[in-house]
Every structure is written in C-alpha cells, then in structure tokens.
C-alpha cells in the first residue's frame, strides 16, 4: 500500500508562519510591501501560489515562468527563519502513526505536497517529522496537484514499490486533497485539522473524513482492513 501525505493541516500546522516569507519575497523580488494575512494558500503548490501573488499584488498580468521561480527561491530562503515567527504544532497522533507505518513492511509513506522539496524540507525539520519521509511529490514547477501526484505514483514505481490498483491511499485536509486523490484512483481520507470542517470536507464524497488523525492503532485498521474509524 502507498500512502500519500499532504503536510500543512495534516501532519502540522505553522500558525501560516510562510505567510511571512512570502510577504517578505514579495518586497524583496518587486519591491512589493503586502499583507497576506487573508490571501487563501490552502491546497494550492507554491509555484501556483507564487504566480497568484505576482498577479494579485504585484499587478503583472503575464509574469513569466523565470519571475515566478525567483519568488519561489526567494520564499524558500526565507521560510526557515519565518517559522519561529507563530507558534504551530505537530498534529495529534501524527508521530505515532507514522513509526506505525514505518514497522508494516508492506506499506510506503511518502509526501505528496504543494510544498517545495526545499519547503517541505524546512517545515518538516522545524517539527521533527524529516526522519520519516525519504521521497515523495513536490511543487517543482508550476504543474498542479493532480500532475505532482502522479510524478508520486510514477517515483513509487521506479523504486519497485508501485501499489495494486485500489491500494493508493491520500491523507489530506482540503477539498484540493480529495480532488487529487479522486483524479489517480486513490481512496482520500480527509482530516477536518486544516481551514475546512467536517462538512466541507464530506460535500467532496472521499473515502472516509474524520475530525482528526486517530490513534496509530486504529489509522491501521482503517487503511489495512476498511474499519470506518468514529470521528467523534
């Protein structure tokens, strides 16, 4: 079995700490001062988001591909330092379930993020979850979530851990999770941790929503077994 893991709202949240880093790359790359304390980054790949941001608030109606990639290198140079700036959190159960997944010979964790691999990596490493990630699917480029989670599918194969079909399991906590997941033949399980609640959530019809990520015993069973686990 391949499991697909989202990061922000999932595994931990930042208290949206790269909000910061991105305001700052913003005044760094066009000389742009900007409050994004309200501009929606959930589900979106950074390289979407850096190109939503040079239109939006630094009034380009076509930035080219170079211009979007220097603001992503600039925010991932910042990101590291912006993460102390709000206090975040690993989410519950999280380190349990996943040293529970590294023990089960038969099933591969790996990232499926709209992060950067050099995001990904500072998020994780603030947090103490690096150890358990050794590959995964990032925001390279400006591709969307479907294509990053495909190059996923493709990495599991080339590695000689490519799943049975009906065994590719995303864990995500956005309606942009869900969609992925429906677009690969994966099962989704979305967790009501991120912005979106139970409801919102469910409207997307993924395999199972839960309020959160259970204890690592039953996350176990209901991957393995197809054991509804009660969100209560």
Known sequence: MLVLWDID??????????????????????????????????????????????????????????????LVERYEDRLPASLSQRVGRVLPNVPEILTALEREPGICSMLLTGNTRRGAHAKLAYYGLE???????????????????????????????????????????????????????ARAVAVATGPYGVPELSAEAPWRTLRELPPAAEFLALLQEGVVVADA
Do not use: M
Not at 37 to 47: C, K, M, R, V
Not at 142 to 150: C, F, L, M
Not at 159 to 181: E, K, L, Q
């Open 9 to 70: 709202g999932t595994l931990l949240v930042t208290g949206r700490a790269g909000i910061f880093a991105w305001e700052g790359a913003l005044r760094d790359v066009v000389g742009v001062e900007s409050d994004l304390s309200a501009f929606d980054t959930a589900g979106y790949p950074d390289y979407g988001i850096a190109r939503r941001l040079l239109i939006e608030y630094g009034g380009l109606d076509q930035p080219g591909a170079d211009l979007v990639r220097k």
């Open 131 to 185: 150890r358990y990630f050794t590959g995964g699917a990032f925001s390279n480029d400006e591709a969307d979530r479907v294509a990053i989670a495909q190059r996923a599918l493709d990495q599991a194969a080339a590695s000689g851990r490519a799943p049975d079909r009906g065994r590719v399991v995303v864990i995500g906590d956005t309606p942009h999770d869900i969609r992925c997941a429906r677009a690969i033949g």
